[in-house]
């Protein structure tokens, strides 16, 4: 069973800077594609980015330019480094893992696990 757990959320003034972290255990995380999603209050779950097995990445188009997935396989860690921050984007940032051998996905609904969230919040 994999579990996920993310770190890394707080608070942070519009234009800052913050980055997440997703530890992975209990599975072979170094094939798994890695998925970062959010939720804000009264939302939607929405993808923000991913990052496969391989390494190829791809974003939300509100997170190009401005947010970076990468994943470090001997420390079974998945980073988000988001960059000029908006109030829009205050959420509940959630990690997530799909099974082996798998493309990063934009829909949660292929996501297998899911880490228990960490709360960004964006002050304007």
């Known amino acids: 069973q994999v579990q996920l757990v993310e770190s890394g959320g707080g608070l942070v003034q519009a234009g800052g800077s913050l980055r997440l972290s997703c530890t992975a255990s209990?599975?072979?995380?170094?094939?798994?594609?890695m998925g970062w999603f959010r939720q804000a209050p009264g939302k939607e779950r929405e993808f923000v980015a991913g990052i496969s097995w391989i390494g190829s990445t791809n974003y939300a188009d509100s997170a190009k330019g401005r947010f970076t997935v990468s994943r470090d396989n001997a420390k079974n860690t998945v980073d988000l480094q988001m960059n000029n921050l908006k109030p829009e984007e205050t959420a509940v940032y959630y990690c997530?893992?799909?099974?082996?051998?798998?493309?990063?996905?934009?829909?949660?609904?292929?996501?297998?696990?899911w880490g228990q969230g960490t709360q960004v919040t964006v002050s304007s």
């Open positions: 209990g599975g072979t995380f170094s094939y798994s594609a």
């Open positions: 997530a893992a799909r099974r082996s051998l798998s493309v990063a996905t934009s829909n949660s609904d292929q996501y297998d696990y």
